[in-house]
T-cell receptor
Framework: NAGVTQTPKFQVLKTGQSMTLQCAQD?????MYWYRQDPGMGLRLIYY???????DKGEVPNGYNVSRLNKREFSLRLESAAPSQTSVYFC????????????FGPGTRLTVL | KQEVTQIPAALSVPEGENLVLNCSFT??????LQWFRQDPGKGLTSLLL?????REQTSGRLNASLDKSSGRSTLYIAASQPGDSATYLC??????????FGAGTRLFVKA
């Protein structure tokens, strides 16, 4: 039981490049989330998926797209990376929407030059 | 707009000391509050979840309290150990998919 896994752990991009961050959970959770964490700030929600087949914008969705591939997998795509997207990205999941306890992956540290 | 503040941003204590970490929020209309631990370069690990109807939760040496009316929560760590060194974050769930996180308190326990 691996919980929430993320790949890659580290990534360096040049401005304008694209990439996809992968996330998978094996807890049979319905809801999944993508957050970014920046120094001195709390985590901010980028996108979430309440259940398989649905996705919605969070607090800071600009510059990102997501895909809920199936119940287990939720990917985050940067189409044209910008230095402002340099951050640590966390994927999380919870059994249900709303107040359920969230479980986090180890994060992806992304640097955009 | 809900805001979550954690003060101090960093704290250094000698081993064995009992300590309190603080979390304050501006809007008392929350459904629950969660405390997390984050080790350097790692993800968040849930420590305690307090529902809005509860006053406190305990797990081992950890005790978290919640006072909704005053917009405050504390995380009490008894008999601190060097292994407790980490960043501690609190987060409040306000409805829908809105979980608001504090920036965290970085704790260093000296041996």
């Amino acid at each position: 039981n691996a919980g929430v896994t993320q790949t890659p752990k580290f990534q360096v991009l040049k401005t304008g490049q694209s990439m996809t961050l992968q996330c998978a959970q094996d807890m049979n959770h319905n809801s999944m989330y993508w957050y970014r964490q920046d120094p001195g700030m709390g985590l901010r929600l980028i996108y979430y998926s309440a259940s398989e087949g649905t996705t919605d914008k969070g607090e800071v969705p600009n510059g990102y797209n997501v895909s809920r591939l199936n119940k287990r997998e939720f990917s985050l795509r940067l189409e044209s990376a910008a230095p402002s997207q340099t951050s640590v990205y966390f994927c999380a999941s919870s059994l249900d929407r709303g107040p359920a306890e969230q479980f986090f992956g180890p994060g992806t540290r992304l640097t955009v030059l | 707009k809900q805001e979550v503040t954690q003060i101090p941003a960093a704290l250094s204590v000698p081993e064995g000391e009992n300590l309190v970490l603080n979390c304050s929020f501006t809007d008392s209309a929350i459904y629950n509050l969660q405390w997390f631990r984050q080790d350097p370069g790692k993800g968040l690990t849930s420590l305690l979840l307090i529902q809005s109807s509860q006053r406190e939760q305990t797990s081992g040496r950890l005790n978290a309290s919640l006072d909704k009316s005053s917009g405050r929560s504390t995380l009490y760590i008894a008999a601190s150990q060097p292994g407790d060194s980490a960043t501690y974050l609190c987060a409040v769930y306000t409805g829908g998919f809105k979980t608001i996180f504090g920036a965290g308190t970085r704790l260093f326990v000296k041996a």
